[in-house]
């Protein structure tokens, strides 16, 4: 069997990278061409960068303030840096400076082969019908000629609608296949210009200016974040980083002073009613003491009171939450603040309530958000409002369960408190009722002081509110631009121009089915090698006469060489020359073979035994009738009829096959065949037979009892490797005797010694 596995050969894969040098320097050169083209109608892009730092606002709060306030705002703890990278991408950001900015329309002025953005000052100013932009969903391009006597416009909208026109007069209205535009010129204009406006719609810019920022932390653990933009025109970027980070600061501000704002207004509202109340209870103490003439208590009564003191200011603790607690309530179902944000810092200490309020503050934030850009029949809108209505319900089931929770300990410490009010009861009634009236006093008292505190917080945190991000570097573009550079073009044009033909010729010799070269053949086959003929480039037959000189002759001579030492010297040689198909030239190999040894001064007999595809005859221009076929079918023929001379060379004589026959498996194995290579070994020095090819008919093998060595013929470009497997069995099983290759048609070959050798 062929080898399967084979190594490369690094010297031989050079040889042939410089066979085909110039196909290297084409495909450089080509693709040279095309880089060159490439720089000069490329835009160049600019690298444009801006860093912020997010501030920690549990760093930077102000010491007043009360670390409660701060979580129940949503201001304390530190930020987590990679929510913050996803509100700056978010859409609602980017659409909100994209309309800022009128990013929609972008135009360009055509200079030498490329597009260059006119940002921020645009040649011409369109503008559309009502409410296009805001309605449209396909992108719409219009192209701008300018012309010695007006301007050529081409408008496309989507992917059908297209329409031209000629216009000598700007001020004018123009009907085109979108509507009524009015074009308005902003600058200068010379004949021959070209430019390129085009507007797209909100939604797909939104992903596309998405899709072009990118947001990284400098490192790993780091507040600092970098934003970067890339592309050709670097001023929109500047603007558009700058905006990005002006938005999202706002963004974040509005949010905590929403928050505060509702909270002041709640705090105020509870004050004004505490105030009112607390003046009331020290109107009573006041009728009270002059009404019995009280000055102080008594020492007995101060015994009994320090007694009870701890229970009672926990009571007193209880029922400011209880109180606290039917505020919450009151706002809660009161419908006209059904969307209003719902105090959260009033120092509720239930947890669970607190965290179904923070959230119930947080989608209502989210509401506000969506609201600025939809309706309120929005799907969105909708949808949210449901789920603050059920967040509202849980919030009023939560108030009702930490109202009876407080109730029950609010019990609790009266129980534990009756031992001490016993023994009061012994105290004058003036005293005990002077003792409730002041219980009820102290507990306005430490509600409006709690109150008030709550307040300064709030408007502290209402006045110190600061942006979440720092801006360390501004947007800024790179001095030169990144890309295209010369130098990566040029390195890639050189290394794309090497691969193709590289490329090429790998393919080539992937899918090539057939043997390559001499090196492959001998590589392949298991038989000895005889030698190589070159490829007949003449058109001849004949390819080898006296004196002549080509390399095909020195070839041939160079095989009867080789062929002298594989013949047996006690007889008259037989040799059969065969291949496995059609047109790998065993007739053209056999016929000048025997030219050559006939030049010896050797008797040759050449044997047409190709009996059903004869062409001796035609390559000699004789008659192919009455020849070999019919001596073998026909006992009235003698050896004296069959043998015809060359004419070629007077020791050549040649035997033609003969009509085709019926039955030429048949007349191969009869003896009157046996018969004539005997009688022709006595006449001749060397006998040469043309055979059928082995892989096709069955012939050729029943020849070989009378041939005494084989001549196996394959073609470089032309036979298969199949065939050469075949080869290989045929050797293997010995059904040839002494076989020697030979590869016709060889494309290249250094032959000849001294000077006068032609290629032919």
Not at 186 to 193: F, R, V, Y
Not at 381 to 409: C, F, G, P
Request: charged share 25%; proline share 4%; net charge neutral.
């Amino acid at each position: 069997m062929a080898q399967t596995n084979e190594q490369i050969d690094i010297r031989e894969l050079c040889i042939k990278v410089l066979k085909n040098w110039y196909w290297f320097v084409l495909s450089c050169f080509l693709c040279g061409c095309l880089g060159i083209l490439y720089y000069c109608c490329a835009n160049k892009n600019y690298s444009t960068n801006a860093t912020i730092m997010l501030r920690d606002d549990a760093a930077n709060k102000n010491p007043l303030a009360s670390s409660d306030m701060m979580s129940m705002l949503g201001m304390g703890g530190s930020k987590r840096v990679d929510d913050e990278i996803a509100i700056i991408t978010s859409r609602g950001i980017m659409q909100q400076a994209i309309v800022a900015l009128d990013l929609q329309t972008c135009s360009k002025k055509k200079t030498g082969l490329r597009w260059v953005n006119e940002y921020p000052k645009s040649t011409f100013l369109i503008e559309y019908p009502k409410q296009f932009c805001d309605t449209t969903t396909d992108g719409v391009s219009i192209d701008i000629k300018v012309k010695k006597d007006g301007y050529k416009l081409k408008v496309k909208y989507g992917r059908f609608l297209r329409s031209k026109h000629f216009v000598t007069d700007l001020n004018k209205p123009i009907n085109t296949c979108l509507g009524t535009l009015q074009i308005s010129l902003l600058g200068n204009t010379k004949a021959g210009e070209h430019f390129h406006i085009s507007t797209s719609p909100v939604l797909p810019l939104i992903d596309k200016y998405r899709e072009d920022l990118h947001v990284n932390k400098l490192k790993k653990d780091s507040k600092v974040i970098n934003l970067n933009i890339v592309s050709d025109a670097p001023k929109r970027d500047v603007d558009l980083l700058g905006k990005i980070i002006e938005l999202y600061n706002l963004d974040a501000v509005v949010d905590k002073n929403i928050l505060a704002t509702n909270t002041a207004v709640f705090i105020e509202e509870r004050l004004n009613l505490i105030t009112n109340e607390l003046s009331d209870a020290e109107d009573d103490v006041e009728t009270y003491k002059r009404e019995h003439q009280i000055a102080n208590l008594g020492e007995e009564a101060k015994l009994y009171i320090l007694g009870s003191s701890e229970y009672q200011n926990r009571i007193a603790e209880v029922e400011t939450q209880l109180n606290l607690v039917s505020y919450i309530q009151e706002f809660v179902n009161d419908d006209s603040k059904r969307f209003s944000m719902i105090p959260a810092n009033l120092g509720i200490e239930d947890a669970a309530l607190m965290g179904i309020i923070s959230d119930y503050n947080d989608l209502l934030l989210k509401r506000m958000k969506v609201q600025r850009t939809a309706s309120d029949s929005n799907p969105v809108i909708e949808q949210l409002n449901d789920q603050l209505l059920n967040m509202r319900q849980n919030i009023i089931a939560s108030i009702a369960s930490v109202r009876e929770s407080l109730n029950i300990t609010k019990q609790g410490l009266i129980n534990s408190d009756s031992q001490f009010s016993n023994r009061i009861k012994s105290v004058p009634t003036q005293e005990r009722q002077f003792i409730e009236i002041q219980r009820r006093k102290q507990l306005k008292e430490q509600l409006y002081l709690f109150l008030f505190q709550k307040r300064e917080e709030n408007a502290l945190m209402l006045a110190s509110a600061v942006t979440p991000a720092k801006v360390m570097d501004i947007p800024l573009q790179s001095t030169k631009p990144i890309s295209p550079r010369l130098r990566y073009v040029g390195l890639f044009c050189l290394i794309l121009g090497l691969c193709i033909p590289a490329g090429i010729m790998y393919l080539k010799a992937f899918f090539n089915n057939t043997i390559e070269d001499k090196k492959h053949y001998e590589r392949m086959i298991n038989a000895p090698f005889l030698g190589e003929i070159v490829q007949n480039s003449r058109g001849k037959h004949i390819a080898i006469a006296e004196g002549e000189n080509t390399v095909s002759a020195e070839l041939f001579r160079l095989l009867r060489t080789n062929l002298k030492f594989m013949l047996p010297s006690d007889k008259t040689p037989v040799i059969l020359v065969t291949s496995s198909i059609n047109g790998e030239g065993k007739s053209y190999i056999s016929t000048n073979t025997a030219i050559s040894l006939a030049m010896l001064g050797k008797k040759v007999a050449l044997v047409g035994l190709d009996i059903r595809k004869p062409m001796l005859a035609q390559y000699f221009g004789l008659s192919n009738s009455g020849c070999l076929t019919s001596y073998l079918a026909e006992p009235g023929y003698e050896i004296d009829d069959i043998i015809l001379p060359s004419g070629q060379h007077s020791n050549l004589d040649l035997i033609p096959a003969g009509a085709i026959p019926p039955n030429p498996n048949e007349l191969l194995q009869c003896d009157r065949l046996d018969t004539l290579i005997a009688e022709l070994r006595k006449r001749y020095d060397i006998i040469i037979i043309d055979s059928a090819p082995v892989a096709l008919v069955s012939d050729t093998f029943l020849l070989d009892r009378i041939a005494d060595m084989t001549i196996y013929v394959s073609r470089e470009g032309y036979t298969p490797l199949d065939m050469v497997d075949f080869l290989n069995k045929v050797h293997a099983e010995k059904r040839l005797k002494n076989m020697a290759c030979v590869l016709n048609g060889v494309k290249s070959v250094k032959a000849g010694y001294g000077y006068g050798i032609t290629q032919i």
